[in-house]
């Protein structure tokens, strides 16, 4: 059957997700075939190659599959859009046995099912328990994080992974923060990305950085919004209304990662939705404990279906077993009462650290979270004598890519007797001999 639906679009991103919207809407049923490669490409007036890198998009998300001559159709099952949990409409008085679920009753999870307040999950259900969308929805939409369209990812860099690839491709330039988080660096890395730096500061990324990056063309943006990993940077309203000034009406996409969340010990000031396409991941690891796989993600609804998409294709869903746990630690006073006490601890420590380094010259930057980055002249020098003195730190150059040499703290584990002889260790340190290591 011939394509009614009318696809739009010049560049291939633009033209996949015409066909996507059509799908979304139902105008491009399960099955419709999608116009000839070089018919489609006349009709935009692009080159033929543009539409194959399109169709090429949608097969890897799981929208489409080519079938020889019958050329590329829409798959029975796209895993892009909600159509993918279509399943028969059985009668009440008829035993379904078209599920390929295993019989409940004969799981021996059934007997932990009380330690996640749920029953055992079978094979196709809704990605997220309402439960938890729920109570996220509530939290995130009280921080101004709208949050409309929700997914569940295993952590936070699992998020920004999902994100990342569903709207960009290898060789794509993104904006990110120097200095900045290891494993997203290395993430950009193994996506075939190019890291764009952004210069930090106590208050998150320079609006100058911001702007260079996107004169430069970068096609993402990706801002801790606070906890930043290394420097404890937290976006303040006044810089959040900065940056957001440069992304308003920019194409570019905006990933936030707020992984520090309860224990970050700063308030929340977010640009979800300054841009066309955009995604907020929440992770519970830090406040909770790093084996809790698990994050939040808000955004618009065209990423959100692509990351449940892809999903789809692979693990399917984020344990539910999991889910229902994180929902009754949120809900459980004792944990509420120990997640505050341990972000006061780390205020604590964090800012007598930094308080302890200026009574004694050192420049130190901990805003929020649970480290401290000190700005030294060598690196090597200052962590051989820091090790001398009984104390490890984390190099900054796995941290850098322009920024100048320091050294990462984390206070997680310091306590008031700590706070002096290490602000010792640490100024005699920065204060030593040798020349700057890049």
Not at 69 to 76: A, K
Not at 227 to 243: C, H, M, Y
Not at 278 to 284: E, H, I, L, M, N
Request: proline share 8%; with cysteine.
């Amino acid at each position: 059957m011939a394509v009614q639906y009318s696809i739009t679009g010049e560049g291939a991103e633009a033209i996949a997700a015409s066909i996507e919207e059509g799908v979304a809407c139902g105008a491009l049923a399960p099955g419709s075939a999608l116009p000839p490669i070089r018919g489609l490409a006349q009709r935009l007036g692009v080159n033929p190659n543009t539409v194959a890198a399109a169709y090429r998009l949608l097969r890897d998300r799981g929208a489409v599959e080519s079938s020889g001559r019958r050329g590329t159709r829409v798959r029975d099952r796209p895993a892009t859009t909600p159509r993918s949990l279509r399943g028969l409409a059985v009668p009440p008085q008829v035993r379904d046995l078209s599920t390929g679920n295993p019989n409940p009753a004969l799981l021996p999870i059934g007997a932990v099912t009380s330690l996640s307040a749920g029953p055992a999950v079978l094979y196709g259900p809704a990605p997220i328990e309402p439960e938890l969308a729920e109570c996220a929805a509530i939290d995130l939409a009280a921080d101004g994080v709208p949050a409309e369209h929700l997914a569940v990812t295993s952590g936070a860099l699992d998020g920004i992974e999902r994100v990342l690839s569903a709207h960009l491709r290898p060789g794509d330039r993104v904006a990110v923060e120097d200095p900045g988080w290891p494993n997203l660096l290395d993430l950009l890395g193994a996506l075939g990305l190019t890291p764009e730096p952004m210069a930090v500061d106590d208050d998150g990324p320079l609006p100058a950085g911001l702007a260079r990056a996107l004169r430069r063309g970068v096609r993402a943006v990706v801002v801790t919004s606070r906890a930043q990993n290394p420097t404890g940077a937290a976006v303040s309203a006044d810089r959040a209304a900065e940056l957001r000034e440069l992304l308003d009406g920019s194409d570019v996409l905006l990933v936030e990662d707020d992984h520090g969340a309860a224990i970050a010990g700063a308030s929340l000031h977010p640009l979800a939705g300054a841009t066309r396409n955009w995604a907020f991941v929440r992770s519970v690891a830090k406040a909770y404990g790093p084996d809790l796989r698990l994050a939040v993600l808000a955004g618009d609804g065209r990423t959100v279906e692509r990351v449940q998409g892809r999903q789809r294709l692979g693990p399917g869903w984020v344990s539910h077993l999991l889910q229902n746990l994180t929902v009754a630690l949120w809900r459980d006073a004792g944990a509420v009462r120990q997640v505050a006490d341990a972000e006061a601890a780390y205020r604590t420590a964090r800012v007598g650290l930094c308080a302890a380094l200026a009574d004694r010259g050192v420049v130190a930057y901990g805003r929020s979270g649970l480290n401290v980055w000190i700005p030294v002249p060598d690196e090597a020098v200052a962590m051989t004598q820091l090790f001398t003195a009984g104390w490890a730190a984390a190099p900054g150059a796995r941290f850098r890519i322009r920024s100048a040499p320091g050294l990462r703290i984390t206070v997680a584990e310091l306590g008031a007797a700590d706070v002096g002889p290490l602000a010792d260790a640490i100024a005699e340190a920065v204060r030593g001999p040798g020349r700057a290591s890049v």
